[in-house]
Nanobody, 124 residues
């Protein structure tokens, strides 16, 4: 059974930093893509960042480029989202997702596995 478990969310002041973790179990995604999405109240789920597991290629939404960094730890089968210079508009539930193919995947529908989400709240 595949499981993605996020952790690291919380409350932070604007300008602060947080690091989210996503631990995958049940299978490896060595040939696939891991992504981070977020969903704010009343809004659709949106792509934040992605990383291709085998070569480490990363890509980002324009809204977070230069502030967020996605990385992976192969040995721990874990993906991270390092978030700096946080803004109140970054407040959302953040989800980790996994796809079985390596590609620049930004559509939520293309990811077959999802975590339960972790809340990030940025106060002004």
């Amino acid at each position: 059974q595949v499981q993605l478990v996020e952790s690291g969310g919380g409350l932070v002041q604007a300008g602060g930093s947080l690091t989210l973790s996503c631990a995958a179990s049940g299978r490896t995604f060595s040939g696939g893509t891991m992504g981070w999405f977020r969903q704010a109240p009343g809004k659709e789920r949106e792509f934040v960042a992605g990383i291709m597991w085998n070569n480490g290629i990363t890509y980002y939404a324009d809204s977070v480029k230069g502030r967020f960094t996605i990385s992976r730890a192969n040995a721990e089968n874990t993906v991270y989202l390092h978030m700096n210079s946080l803004k109140p508009e970054d407040t959302a539930v953040y989800y980790c997702a996994a796809a079985s193919v390596a590609a620049y995947i930004r559509s939520a529908g293309a990811y077959g596995y999802w975590g339960q989400g972790t809340q990030v709240t940025v106060s002004s």
